[in-house]
T-cell receptor, first 116, second 112 residues
Framework: EAQVTQNPRYLITVTGKKLTVTCSQN?????MSWYRQDPGLGLRQIYY???????DKGDVPEGYKVSRKEKRNFPLILESPSPNQTSLYFC???????????????FGPGTRLTVT | GNSVTQMEGPVTLSEEAFLTINCTYTATGYPSLFWYVQYPGEGLQLLLKATKADDKGSNKGFEATYRKETTSFHLEKGSVQVSDSAVYFCALMNQAGTALIFGKGTTLSVSS
């Protein structure tokens, strides 16, 4: 089954304790992205990757890192989490990017992170 | 810059009622437009899309028409069901094709 998986689905942690949220897709997609969803703000892009070893900042990258060493994986790293990073995080992937012919983005189930 | 504005929720309807969720956008050029749906506890699913002016996207009884003159992409359904209860997001693709720009989401609650 074609899917985007995220782990963990729920995480409660403390300020400053490094954590990684994993994202994996089995569709051989080149493009992957991370979004965060906050009440009243919708989803905002954190980072994206056009292919292996190619990453770039989205609208809200501060406090986050990513890596893309393999095509299928795109982990999100919080080196020193803070309470304002408490949010619902979604990973997404697609087979490419095009302005004129939109390519469907597939979303993972989400990771709910609480930083105390 | 790019932005999407959706009507505030929650929207509460009885089964078989008519649904409209308003969406307007600000963008350079003519971006592709999308409606995504998020059921409780799940990720986002693409509901429908439109790529150019006057295009109508449709799926599962939902429709939306790309209106260039009013920069709008309103979501409609003639007869909602309890199973349509979810959060609906309007979105546009940025010029580079690298990101979706989302509205804040509209919660729909349908009762029987």
């Amino acid at each position: 089954e074609a899917q985007v998986t995220q782990n963990p689905r729920y995480l409660i942690t403390v300020t400053g304790k490094k954590l990684t949220v994993t994202c994996s897709q089995n569709m051989n997609h080149e493009y992957m992205s991370w979004y965060r969803q906050d009440p009243g703000l919708g989803l905002r892009q954190i980072y994206y990757s056009m292919n292996v070893e190619v990453t770039d900042k989205g609208d809200v990258p501060e406090g986050y890192k990513v890596s893309r060493k393999e095509k299928r994986n795109f982990p999100l790293i919080l080196e020193s989490p803070s309470p304002n990073q408490t949010s619902l995080y979604f990973c997404a992937s697609s087979s490419g990017t095009s302005v004129s012919i939109p390519v469907q983005q597939y979303f993972g189930p989400g990771t709910r992170l609480t930083v105390t | 810059g790019n932005s999407v504005t959706q009507m505030e929720g929650p929207v509460t309807l009885s089964e078989e009622a008519f649904l409209t969720i308003n969406c307007t956008y600000t963008a350079t050029g003519y971006p592709s437009l999308f409606w995504y749906v998020q059921y409780p506890g799940e990720g986002l699913q693409l509901l429908l899309k439109a790529t150019k002016a006057d295009d109508k996207g449709s799926n599962k009884g939902f429709e939306a028409t790309y209106r260039k003159e009013t920069t709008s992409f309103h979501l409609e359904k003639g007869s909602v069901q309890v199973s349509d209860s979810a959060v609906y997001f309007c979105a546009l693709m940025n010029q580079a094709g690298t990101a979706l720009i989302f509205g804040k989401g509209t919660t729909l609650s349908v009762s029987s």
